[in-house]
């Protein structure tokens, strides 16, 4: 759960496609020391080609959940949102990346069963979770078909679209609270966009079950340095990156 | 080792205040960070009497090679400093230098005096120039006012005290004419310089705290400006920062007049960068050697 | 059309002093130069009294996301100006503003003096901000002096008189609030940052010049808080500047609180760029109301 | 002579390495009316790429003589020696440069015979009057055999290095006053590193003999607009960009 100090220089040896999102897979053969939990994350980097020219930016590294690791390598799956999201997107195979991780506190395990729920890029974070806990409910929501692929990665989700195209129509909460509702005590596992996150933590809040919500800000060092990455919380302003990524619902007022 | 200000440091890199949360670090890194510490003296954020939560998010706003904070220098106080920080801090087997802001002249006197009887405290860093809070800009900037501040604080602490220079000035030599003619044993500059990022969506400014500091590459060249005017008017030792990336940056910023180099940004985009350009500066200087 | 001190202009982008010589361009690009130029406004390079050959070469260092001169105001002095310059100027046919540099507050007066009796001199523009020269650097960092430079300029020029800001300051918008004071219709921001470029083979200061002005991407997010920090206590218009690259960019300044922007480095990267960032600000500005 | 105005985006259609050298050739279909001349030069920046990352570096367009301009494409030869020459050597086909000019004056009709001599990648600046003047004569100067591959490229050169791996052992100079030991009037026309141009310079200033040298120096805009391209001259400091790249040997003092 900790990280080789400093970051390292990790060949990029796959990249596909999921509907709209790109995995890439990097080589990273460490010990077991240096294995990601789920909810963890990573700084990357593009070494060539990151920034300047016509577009100026990226300068800092980004976060990024770890999707999954095994054999040495590590996953990632990215959404191409702003300069850097996208230069990650346009790695190839061969390219070289700077890597700094496994970073932050990931996901705990549960008190009573587990429900999975996560919001487009966000099914990135919670995908480990979908292998290492025992049969976790797992709800999904995106946009449309096209984000929606990302569903296939799982292994019985329930899937909800903005317009119906895959599943349910509507909410992700919606399906959320179907599921609660099948009753017993139970931990809610939520990472998404901050509307999506909110309305999970009021959900938690009103039912009064534990919930661990995978918050995201943007970030300059993702070890603590900068103190640049915090939200608030119930303690006062907590650093998303080493306090978090994953918080108890119950320490925020409000995801914003 | 390098002597500096009567310290003997392994080299001739530190960090900049603020840009190095050592004890977050560990947490992430576990004890290879002490093992293979990258700086050679640690450098507090800054230390204020009271505790203080920082500006609101947003805090970050990236911009052509560099980055601006308003980060609002949250810490747990002096109190909590000592308290909680520092016996962690002396862990690290590096010299550490405490840094700290006072509202008045006053209240840097008390942070001095208290960091005084901390034998592990090896030097004290006075900020009067961080741009995100008032008074920080306006002692700084005002050679008589610094003057004074420094005249004020010098007895009280025993060892060491560096001041760390606004950039933001017109000429930021005088100010360190007056640091050093009020008996300051160093000073250390640049500290960031007033920006502002705009929020693409509104036109509004981006960070919560309005202004915030520019640093990195960016400001590298008008770092290595502000270094080389003001080693034209001083004896005392410079601590040079600014951009430093790497090496040839910190080989830079001596051949300026700065004696030690500081690395603020670059630890971000690399947690080890300390040590990198500390080993990339030893190569440089045995390369000119050879 | 833009109104900027009763000048009606066809966009809000004009060049910044010194980084567009529209005549050495025309011998380049041909009348295809005059036929889309890219500013709503021509501004010359700074004009002094005499003649001056400029500072010894290199002048030129790149540095991270911008670059660093060190020109030294060559020009053919007033006489040459008026003679030589202004008439083909003339032919831009976009309004011409002559900036202008004494090195005291009489040779100020007497250029603007010279240049009131020229119709095709639009405004002026003074800079009392450039650093590459010591008087430059002196007076408009002092809000006192640079009232009373403003204050002798005003009466001596009958039409719009325009102070480029020092931003090598501790407090740009006191000057801006004097320069208001003592009538000037507008000031425009910022100049170079003060800067060093240090020779890789021996640690020499590159530039001929020893400092040079930093420009380009580097300082915008500087170049933006100047802006934002001078429009809060102005009421006069400002003309923007400082890494002004795209629309956006420009987008930005205005956000800030700028009346015209003005590109300069980004010319060198693109000559036509003026036009294109004129474009990129009006889709912004259609999406906006749209 | 004179360029569009503005910079264009066209596509590198051929790379090849030339010895030492890079050669590149991009799709420029203008009319003839902006037609290079030689000795004349492009300012030349890669779209993508172009600094920031590890290297910073560049930032600002690179001056790059025309080595040759037919069918609607344009050729230059590169030398790797920084950042910016680094990342245009390292073009691919397919991308995408940034291209402003033709820009500069360039070399002038003889009186009399024409003598080229070129020392390194300055041959690229001379390659053009081996095919527009009549029969010139050629002299070249490399460093080793790796360089003086370029030599290929002209039609009968005669060739010197320092090496002696090729030709001559020894200065172009030498064999440029073997050249003009000839005899008759003539005009010598040279390009390369400021060494050898000051002493081109100075064996026309002692002969008598017409010089048009074709200088270099760092630049930022290639236009006149930023005055940082100057070199002293008889008749004070002159914008390389615009009053040359060449110059009458006569108006220089020195070549530094
Ligand atoms: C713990 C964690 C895990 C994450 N996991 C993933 C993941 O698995 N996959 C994934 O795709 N993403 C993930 N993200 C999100 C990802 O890090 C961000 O989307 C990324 O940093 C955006 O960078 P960008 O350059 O693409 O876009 P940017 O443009 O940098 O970021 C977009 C946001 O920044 C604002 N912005 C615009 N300009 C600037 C500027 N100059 N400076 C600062 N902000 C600006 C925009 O308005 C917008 O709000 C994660 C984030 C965190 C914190
Ligand atoms: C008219 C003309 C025609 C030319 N034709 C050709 C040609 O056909 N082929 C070719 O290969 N080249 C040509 N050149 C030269 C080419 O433009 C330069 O070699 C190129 O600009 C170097 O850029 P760089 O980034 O590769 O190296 P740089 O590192 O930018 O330039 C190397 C020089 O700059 C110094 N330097 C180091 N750091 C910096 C810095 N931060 N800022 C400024 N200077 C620095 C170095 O000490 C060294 O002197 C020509 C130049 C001119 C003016
Ligand atoms: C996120 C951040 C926080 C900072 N906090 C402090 C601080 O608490 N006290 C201080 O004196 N300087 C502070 N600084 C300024 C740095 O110590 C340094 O002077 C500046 O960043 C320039 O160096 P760099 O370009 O290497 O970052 C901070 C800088 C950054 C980027
Ligand atoms: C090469 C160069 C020459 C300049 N010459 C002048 C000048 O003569 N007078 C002046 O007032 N400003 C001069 N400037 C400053 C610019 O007008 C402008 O204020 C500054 O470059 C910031 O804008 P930019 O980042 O878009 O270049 C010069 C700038 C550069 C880069
Ligand atoms: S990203 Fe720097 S403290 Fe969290
Ligand atoms: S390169 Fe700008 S004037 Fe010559």
Chains 1, 4 share one sequence.
Not at chain 1, 17 to 25: F, K, L, M, S, T
Not at chain 2, 184 to 193: C, E, G, W
Not at chain 2, 206 to 213: S, T
Request: with cysteine; aromatic share 6%; proline share 7%.
């Amino acid at each position: 759960m900790i990280a080789p100090f400093g970051r390292r220089s990790v060949g990029v040896v796959e990249r596909r496609e999921v509907g709209a999102y790109v995995v890439i897979v990097v080589a990273d053969p460490l010990g077991v020391e240096y294995a990601p939990g789920p909810g963890q994350f990573y700084m990357l980097a593009a070494r060539a080609g990151w920034g300047a020219g016509d577009g100026e930016r990226p300068f800092l590294p980004r976060a990024c959940s770890v999707l999954d690791a095994r054999d040495g390598s590590l996953s990632f799956m990215l959404e191409d949102i702003g300069p850097g999201t996208r230069r990650l997107c346009e790695l190839e195979v061969g390219e070289e990346i700077w890597l700094t991780g496994p970073l932050g506190v990931g996901f705990r395990a549960p008190a009573g069963r587990a429900v999975v729920a996560a919001g487009g890029i966000g099914v990135a974070a919670v995908f480990a979770l979908d292998r290492v806990l025992e049969r976790p409910a797992v709800v999904l929501g995106f946009r449309d078909a096209r984000h929606a692929a990302a569903a296939s990665l799982f292994r019985d989700p329930g899937v909800a679209t903005d317009d119906g195209s895959v599943g349910h129509q509507g909410l992700v909460t919606e399906l959320l609270e179907a599921e609660l509702d099948g009753g017993g005590e139970a931990t809610v596992y939520a990472c998404g966009p901050p509307g999506m996150l909110e309305a999970v933590r009021s959900v938690c809040a009103r039912r009064g079950v534990a919930g661990q919500l995978a918050l995201e800000s943007p970030m300059a060092c993702g070890f603590g340095a900068c103190y640049g990455c915090v939200v608030a919380t119930r303690d006062g302003y907590r650093r998303v990156c080493v306090d978090g990524p994953v918080f108890d619902a119950a320490l925020l007022d409000a995801v914003a | 080792m390098v002597e500096f200000c009567g310290l003997r440091l392994a080299h001739r890199v530190i960090n900049g205040s603020g840009t190095f949360d050592a004890l977050a670090a560990r947490r992430c890194f576990g004890d290879e960070l002490i093992r293979s510490f990258p700086f050679a003296a640690f450098v507090s954020k800054t230390i204020t009497l009271g505790p203080r939560e920082g500006n609101p998010p947003p805090r970050l706003w990236e911009t052509p090679a560099g980055m601006i904070n308003s980060i609002g220098l949250p810490n747990r106080g002096l109190a909590g400093y000592l308290e909680r920080d520092l016996p962690e801090l002396m862990e690290l087997g590096v010299p550490v230098i405490t840094n700290v802001m006072g509202s008045t002249i006053e209240e840097f006197a008390e942070l001095a005096g208290a960091l005084a009887g901390e034998p592990g405290v090896a030097a004290i860093e006075l900020n009067v120039s961080c741009p995100n809070v008032r008074t920080g800009l306006d002692i700084g900037a005002d050679p008589r006012e610094l003057g004074a501040l420094v005249e004020r604080v010098r007895p009280v602490f025993p060892r060491p005290v560096i001041v760390k220079l606004t950039p933001n000035t017109a000429d930021v030599a005088a100010a360190a004419v007056a640091a050093e003619a009020a008996g300051a044993d160093a000073v250390s500059l640049i500290n960031t310089l007033r920006a502002m990022g705009i929020d693409p969506r509104g036109g509004r400014p981006w960070l919560g705290g309005r202004f915030g500091g520019l640093s990195g590459p960016a400001i590298r060249a008008v770092a290595l400006a502000q270094v080389a005017a003001v080693a034209g008017r001083i004896e005392i030792p410079i601590v040079g920062m600014g951009g430093v990336s790497r090496g040839r940056d910190a080989a830079d910023f001596l051949a300026a007049g700065a004696t030690l180099v500081a690395v603020g940004t670059e630890s971000f985009r690399d947690p080890a960068a300390g040590a990198r350009i500390a080993r990339e500066l030893t190569e440089i200087s045995s390369q000119n050697a050879g």
